[in-house]
């Protein structure tokens, strides 16, 4: 019944900027922790940001330290994932995830549902 939908990824140079958003439907998104996480061909899945339910903390992988910036607005259910000084190496599908569980954690197997992915490349 959890429905994430990514949009917003695509193909940009090396420096530029993009945002991802997540539309969610079909639960109580302020109760969820929402998080992004990257595959990059022949890689496993990593987490890249997240934001808890309650206090909105947010969390970053070093390597997006200060580049990256998520967000969430539980009046649209929604979640942003904004990339700055984007490099060749954040290149990969990112997915959006939600994890209905209390406490915070960078784990794939924490999460229960998961969007479809949206494709970023970043050209050098």
């Known amino acids: 019944q959890v429905h994430l939908v990514e949009s917003g990824g695509g193909l940009v140079q090396a420096g530029g900027s993009l945002r991802l958003s997540c539309a969610a439907s079909g639960h109580t998104f302020s109760n969820y922790a929402m998080a992004w996480f990257r595959q990059a061909p022949g890689k496993e899945r990593e987490f890249v940001a997240g934001?808890?339910?309650?206090?909105?903390?947010?969390y970053y992988t070093d390597s997006v330290k200060g580049r990256v910036t998520i967000s969430r607005d539980n009046a649209k259910n929604t979640v942003s994932l904004q990339m700055n000084s984007l490099k060749p190496e954040d290149t990969a599908v990112y997915y959006c995830?939600?994890?209905?569980?209390?406490?915070?954690?960078?784990?794939?197997?924490?999460?229960?549902?998961w969007g479809q992915g949206t494709q970023v490349t970043v050209s050098s």
């Open positions: 995830a939600a994890d209905g569980g209390l406490g915070f954690s960078n784990s794939t197997r924490r999460y229960q549902h």
């Open positions: 934001i808890t339910q309650f206090s909105g903390r947010t």
